[in-house]
């Protein structure tokens, strides 16, 4: 795996990477109270932003912790954190958690600021052993190739690393894999 791009955001600031500190009291840390996500980026493009930033806002409501942002102030912050590290292909990596107070207590949750921070690194790609153990197939009208990934478990249908489909079924018999498209 590549090293992460150099500059962070941590609590509304830009700094390097390497100098981004995080209290041992944060609540993330102690419980695992905090969420995270993941958005691949194409030639400085989110893919589906709106989408992954949704299921962030789930997963806050789910665990009771307040958005810290609005759509339009994530949408800077991580437009902002791609220009910082060169832009192109890579993913960043969001972790909201409860934030950290002076102590240790389960309950009541403390009214304390989140501890926000993000981060970016290249997007891997897949090495030669992951294509020579993969199958370039077509699918739809419009003939747009993918590859199926098959060294562990069932098959998957990837278009630019995003699963399509988990299994899907060939013409002939003998070569069916089963269909279940996503």
Excluded at 13 to 37: C, H, K, N, Q, T
Aim: proline share 9%; with cysteine; hydrophobic share 40%.
């Amino acid at each position: 795996m590549a090293e992460p791009f150099p500059i962070c955001h941590l609590d509304g600031g830009w700094l390097p990477l390497r100098e981004a500190r995080i209290s041992p009291l944060d609540r993330s840390f102690l419980f695992g109270d905090g969420v995270y996500e993941v958005v691949p980026v194409f030639n400085g493009r989110p893919f589906r932003f709106t989408e992954h930033f949704d299921r962030l806002a789930r997963s806050l409501a789910a665990v009771r912790m307040r958005d810290p942002h609005d759509r339009a102030a994530w949408r800077a912050l991580v437009r902002e954190l791609m220009a910082r590290n060169g832009g192109g292909d890579m993913y960043v990596y969001v972790q909201v958690s409860r934030g950290a107070e002076y102590g240790r207590n389960h309950a009541p949750l403390p009214d304390v600021p989140p501890t926000v921070f993000a981060f970016c690194a290249p997007l891997p790609r897949p090495g030669a052993a992951q294509l020579a153990d993969a199958v370039r197939v077509t699918l739809g009208p419009k003939s747009k190739s993918v590859l199926m990934q098959r060294k562990w478990g069932s098959p998957l249908v990837c278009n630019d690393g995003v699963t399509i489909a988990r299994e899907f079924e060939l013409a002939d018999p003998e070569e069916n894999l089963g269909a279940q498209m996503l």
